[in-house]
């Protein structure tokens, strides 16, 4: 059982940066397939950044190229989300979110919410104008 927890969330001003922690446990794997979607409420679940660990670059979506950046250091450190340069916009719920085994999934599939098994309780990250 894969268990996650995002932290980092809160308020910001238009221009800032705040970086979301995704800690994670549970999964015996090296190559973890993880992504990142935000949800305003009503709205649907959003991607926002795919990454697969010791799989290469992460992927994001167009609202946040250049603005975000996925990382992390280790097979079992966290996973972070740097976020600069925040819009209003970008005011939403964020969660992490897990597959269970990379075997069955592609990058390309990875902004798909469907993909994922497990997800964090999410994160508020409200930027103010």
């Not at 970086?19 to 446990?25: Q, T």
């Not at 190559?31 to 799989?55: D, L, P, S, T």
């Not at 990379?102 to 599939?109: F, I, P």
Request: proline residues 5%; charged residues 15%.
């Amino acid at each position: 059982q894969v268990h996650l927890v995002e932290s980092g969330g809160g308020p910001v001003q238009a221009g800032g940066s705040l970086r979301l922690s995704c800690a994670h446990s549970g999964n015996p794997y090296d190559r973890k397939c993880m992504g990142w979607f935000r949800q305003i409420a009503g709205n649907a679940r959003e991607a926002v950044a795919a990454h697969v660990f010791e799989g290469g670059r992460p992927v994001y979506t167009d609202p946040v190229v250049g603005r975000f950046t996925v990382s992390h250091d280790s097979a079992q450190s966290p996973l972070y989300l740097q976020m600069n340069s925040l819009k209003p916009e970008d005011t939403a719920m964020y969660y992490c979110a897990a597959v269970d085994t990379c075997s069955r999934t592609s990058m390309q599939r990875l902004r798909y919410h469907s993909e994922y098994n497990y997800w964090g309780q999410g994160t508020q990250v409200t930027v103010s104008s």
